[in-house]
């Protein structure tokens, strides 16, 4: 029997009253069609028949056909299923929920993705289960049709509600594993510090979820998200000597867009490894978080990095000492330098850091110039207290600092290189 018969069935079970209703939901909207009313209008026509027309207004939206008790069933114009749209959005939560517990029982596909547009407009972490209820079918598998509006919702409300993050980690624990792909997922897309240390916490652990963890962990860090976070950096060199090779490789595309120089030497080994995609990785990790363009010779980024070692231990030490003395020329002397050099990132910003609270406002434009160039996090809070410098120069250089490495909002460039210092290279992800 078609499912478009069912509002018929339920009017003879349930008697009269319902079936007036339903006779009235269907008259509403060919009476404000009638008339010209707009989906606003006709949203509010719709809610006077609510919660009691809510299956049928559901189930119409749904399949983009209104039947009436009758069974006679007519295509829905975009007028009609707008006003539906909004009516529904506006419906009370609970008898709303309660049909959406009902439809993840029995209902038609086309339903059931509906009800996940609905959480994901509107709905709240307590809905994150029910979200996945109306994905799995009764042999326990997430329809294909389903499994992108599942994570679309999820992320949307992970990344909406504060206890979002909390309420899917407890979920992962709870659901079974075709919903919990979707889960990590849904934290990837949303972002933000929580879901990026719940996904490192997730990538540490042996399941079988730790590679979708660490990958959508990746997908953070190349958005530019937990870059500074401590404990993701420790996770990403642990796993980057993990016995899986799936671990280990993605492991390294994280200490990649890290910048994390200390790896550097794993790297090199790994460099001259007989596993062919732990080389390949590896050699993207190095030409990512130097910027360098060497091939995958080993031997050529072996002296590369002896050689920055010499340099650290030697006259970076000297430069290090000039810039402090605060003299103009020696600080500049020391930036130009810096600039030449792709290993102590870290260590360099923390120094250039240092110049923000100088008297001198040039030295000021040259650290902010610098810290970009450098393009490691540092602490926001000096460049924010820039923001209110009574030089405008000095302003702008900090908003795009904050911007740049210091996780603020703020112009993309503040303009030209100051007076003395090379162009800085070309923008590399990180």
């Known amino acids: 029997m078609r499912r478009s018969l069912a509002p018929l069935l339920l009017a003879l079970l349930a008697g009269p009253a319902l079936a007036a209703r339903a006779d009235d939901l269907a008259a509403v909207l060919r009476r404000a069609a009638r008339d010209g009313a707009g989906p606003e209008a006709m949203a509010t026509l719709v809610a006077d028949e609510l919660p009691a027309a809510l299956p049928q207004a559901f189930e119409a939206l749904a399949l983009r056909e209104i039947v009436d008790p009758d069974g006679h069933s007519a295509p829905l114009g975009p007028v009609e299923r707008g006003a539906l749209a909004l009516a529904l959005a506006r419906a009370p ?5 309660d049909h959406m517990r009902r439809v993840a029982s029995d209902g038609l596909v086309a339903e059931r993705k509906l009800g996940l547009v609905l959480i994901g407009a509107s709905g709240t972490a307590d809905d994150l289960a029910l979200a996945c209820a109306l994905a799995v079918d009764r042999e326990g598998r997430v329809d294909r049709a389903l499994l992108r509006p599942l994570e679309q919702a999820l992320a949307d409300v992970v990344a909406r509600d504060a206890r979002g993050v909390e309420t899917a980690a407890r979920l992962l624990a709870e659901t079974g594993p075709v919903v919990q792909t979707p889960l990590l997922r849904a934290l990837g897309a949303a972002g933000g510090a929580p879901a990026v240390q719940e996904l490192a916490r997730l990538s540490e652990r042996d399941s079988p979820l730790q590679l979708v963890a660490l990958t959508e962990l990746g997908r953070l860090l190349a958005a530019g998200e937990g870059l500074a976070d401590p404990s993701v950096v420790r996770v990403a060199r642990t796993l980057a000597a993990h016995p ?12 990649g867009r890290l910048g994390d120089d200390d790896s550097i030497p794993h790297l090199l080994n790994l460099l001259e490894g007989e ?11 190095l030409r990512e978080l130097t ?4 091939g995958d010779d080993p031997r050529r980024w072996r002296t590369w990095y002896e050689a920055e070692q010499d340099w650290w231990n030697g006259p970076a030490q000297e430069l290090l000492r000039g810039m402090r ?17 792709r290993l102590f990132r870290t260590e360099l910003a923390a120094e250039v850091a240092r110049l923000l609270g100088h008297p001198d406002d040039e030295l000021v434009l040259l650290a902010c110039y610098s810290l970009r160039q450098l ?56």
């Open 244 to 255: 899986d090779p799936a671990i280990q490789r993605e492991a390294l595309l994280c200490l």
């Open 375 to 430: 393009g490691v996090p540092v602490d926001p809070a000096p460049l924010r207290r820039l923001l209110d410098h009574p030089d405008e120069r000095v302003r702008e250089a900090a908003r795009a600092t904050l911007a740049a490495v210091g996780g603020g909002a703020g112009p993309a460039d503040a303009g030209d290189s100051p007076a003395g210092l090379p162009e800085a290279p070309a923008a590399r992800p990180r």
């Open 275 to 285: 596993h062919a995609g732990l080389r390949t990785n590896a050699w993207w990790a």
């Open 325 to 341: 003395g605060g003299r103009r020329g020696d600080v500049v002397a020391a930036l130009k330098a810096f600039s030449e050099h």
């Open 291 to 294: 910027g360098l363009p060497f």
């Open 93 to 97: 939560r609970a008898p709303l929920l």
